[in-house]
């Protein structure tokens, strides 16, 4: 089939962008003629026909402006499916990778200090967004929609009912399971400064607020009396206010499969995440997941088989229990996740949806 597939910045190299170069591929290799419409990319993915679309316009008209352009650049030829990754004006199917702005609006509003609040939303960019994602969800405009999580689902039916539940396919995040395995742990841990007898915890991700960072912070500032509990951070984010002693700042890093190494536990704690990635790398790695209910991928945690999930990430006392208890565990070997990981899994499962939708537009 000829397909054409939206999305704003691309890169060849970037690992965040990884499920898209392995898409890409996994379509050139079968055979479909493949055209990748974008603002802006970086390197090449071999096979892949590439149209750009020129954006001229402020943050808060960009998204907007983004979409108008593609749905422009799409009426100059013909295609058998178009696939988005971005919230735009009319394809046959979108993937709602990032959930929904409204739902993280919500989740700010939730856990903003209450003078905060009245303001939260109230920006161009966001009423541009909220617009944006209805004309998206509306079913004359999109005919399939591939959610990442049950989670997200619900969030479709409750926000908008209009949209066809047959209509929404479940295909799970996937990863590179191999790349999360067979790493040397010792080397890692020497790398960091981590003592043997160090228990570990590790956060992995960039986005301050949305991503719970504040919190794990306070929590450890709290445990500084615990000589051998380690926080080891992996983010791009600037820290605000004193890092605790037991903190280990590692900044952003490219072999993010040696954190997991060296790591006990990943504690991850955000207010609002779709499927948050970093979950199945540590569950590939095979070291236990701590994460709140408000992300998707807590749907892959089995209570005390590979980890927990807090109903508040500002639980400190729940917390506090279970880092105990995978502590009192001990290494007792990787934890067990009974659900597919791999990143094959996830491209195939897309593909079929997205012949499905080429064949009934025939």
Request: positive net charge; charged residues 25%; proline residues 5%.
């Amino acid at each position: 089939m000829k397909l054409a597939l939206i999305r704003r910045q691309f890169s060849a190299t970037g690992g965040a962008e990884l499920y898209v170069q392995r898409l890409l591929a996994a379509l050139v290799s079968a055979g479909h003629e493949t055209h990748l419409f974008a603002e802006k990319w970086q390197g090449q993915a071999t096979g892949v026909q590439f149209h750009t679309i020129n954006v001229n316009a402020s943050r808060a008209e960009r998204p907007l402006r983004f979409a108008e352009g593609v749905n422009a650049a799409l009426q100059q030829e013909k295609f058998d499916c178009v696939f988005s990754l971005e919230r735009t004006l009319k394809q046959d199917v979108y993937r709602a990778g990032d959930g929904l702005h409204r739902v993280w609006l919500e989740r700010r509003k939730q856990f903003a200090p209450w003078w905060k609040r009245p303001l939260i939303g109230l920006g161009a960019f966001h009423r541009n967004m909220l617009e944006l994602e209805a004309q998206t969800f509306d079913p004359v405009n999109t005919r399939h929609v591939i959610v990442n999580s049950e989670m997200v689902r619900g969030e479709i039916a409750r926000h908008f009912p209009a949209f066809p539940q047959e209509r929404v396919h479940l295909v799970r995040n996937g990863v590179e399971v191999r790349r999360f395995q067979n790493v040397d742990r010792a080397a890692a841990r020497q790398r960091f400064g981590l003592a043997e007898d160090d228990f570990v915890l590790v956060f992995v991700g960039s986005g301050w607020e949305r991503k719970g960072l504040p919190w794990l912070l306070k929590f450890m500032a709290g445990r500084s009396d615990d000589p051998r509990l380690k926080l080891l951070v992996v983010t791009r984010d600037r820290m605000r206010g004193r890092v605790p002693p037991n903190v280990i700042l590692a900044g952003p890093l490219s072999d993010v499969e040696t954190v997991y190494a060296a790591a006990d536990l990943l504690t991850f704690l955000p207010i609002y995440e779709p499927c948050s990635n970093v979950v199945s790398e540590a569950l590939a790695t095979g070291i236990p997941v701590i994460t709140t209910s408000f992300n998707g991928a807590s749907e892959l945690i089995e209570p005390g088989v590979n980890g927990h999930v807090l109903d508040d990430p500002r639980d400190f006392s729940a917390l506090g229990m279970c880092v105990n208890h995978w502590r009192a565990r001990g290494n007792v070997g990787p934890v067990k996740t009974h659900q597919p990981l791999d990143l094959e899994a996830n491209v195939r499962q897309t593909l079929q949806v997205l012949e499905r939708a080429a064949q009934i537009r025939d």
